[in-house]
T-cell receptor, first 115, second 111 residues
Framework: EPEVTQTPSHQVTQMGQEVILRCVPISNHLYFYWYRQILGQKVEFLVSFYNNEISEKSEIFDDQFSVERPDGSNFTLKIRSTKLEDSAMYFCASGGGVNSGNTIYFGEGSWLTVV | GQSLEQPSEVTAVEGAIVQINCTYQTSGFYGLSWYQQHDGGAPTFLSY????GLEETGRFSSFLSRSDSYGYLLLQELQMKDSASYFC????????????FGSGTRLLVRP
């Protein structure tokens, strides 16, 4: 069964450093997403991406965040200058495929620790 | 804006049936989804309702009443492995089908 894959599974970075989280969405899906989950809290929407551009973003997704789809398969989230409060699990998700209806499928997540 | 309410914790015994309720407030409601998340894991899709009524998938069923802005997830024949957090999430017509999640219900299944 197709799945969303994410790398790295865990990254530790120093405050102020840039981080890139990578995702390979399910191949025939049209919508791509990044979500964040701070430990013990709910899953929060960051950004959605459709037709090679951002279609929607939340208040959390400020100027330090950016997303790219550099080729036909990868979807990346960049955090330019990490802060302690960016420590969280970051989930990539995709949906809107021919047979997926409105179901959104999540990757296993990238756990980011900022020290 | 949007808001979702669901109980923070539910406890049940193995083999029992448990219902997790979710009430929501949102404009342009499109559908209600349910996800399961084990500690440290990814949200896993369980069920989706766009129309009123019951959707059944094995031991799990989900119900939606659009007029009441209410839904529930029903878990039957509970197993220990069902201990996890369960999130309801709404999607809206005017967005990129993104999901807005509730705060989650932590289900503890006891022997």
């Amino acid at each position: 069964e197709p799945e969303v894959t994410q790398t790295p599974s865990h990254q530790v970075t120093q405050m102020g450093q840039e981080v890139i989280l990578r995702c390979v969405p399910i191949s025939n899906h049209l919508y791509f997403y990044w979500y964040r989950q701070i430990l013990g809290q709910k899953v929060e929407f960051l950004v959605s991406f459709y037709n090679n551009e951002i279609s929607e973003k939340s208040e959390i997704f400020d100027d330090q965040f950016s997303v790219e789809r550099p080729d036909g398969s990868n979807f990346t989230l960049k955090i330019r200058s990490t802060k302690l409060e960016d420590s969280a699990m970051y989930f990539c998700a995709s949906g809107g495929g021919v047979n997926s209806g409105n179901t959104i499928y999540f990757g296993e997540g990238s756990w980011l620790t900022v020290v | 804006g949007q808001s979702l309410e669901q109980p923070s914790e539910v406890t049940a015994v193995e083999g029992a049936i448990v219902q997790i309720n979710c009430t929501y407030q949102t404009s342009g409601f499109y559908g209600l989804s349910w996800y399961q998340q084990h500690d440290g894991g990814a949200p896993t899709f369980l069920s989706y309702n766009a129309l009123d009524g019951l959707e059944e998938t094995g031991r799990f069923s989900s119900f939606l009443s659009r007029s009441d802005s209410y839904g529930y997830l029903l878990l039957q024949e509970l197993q220990m492995k069902d201990s996890a957090s369960y999130f309801c999430a709404v999607s809206r017509m005017d967005s990129s089908y993104k999901l807005i999640f509730g705060s989650g219900t932590r289900l503890l299944v006891r022997p």
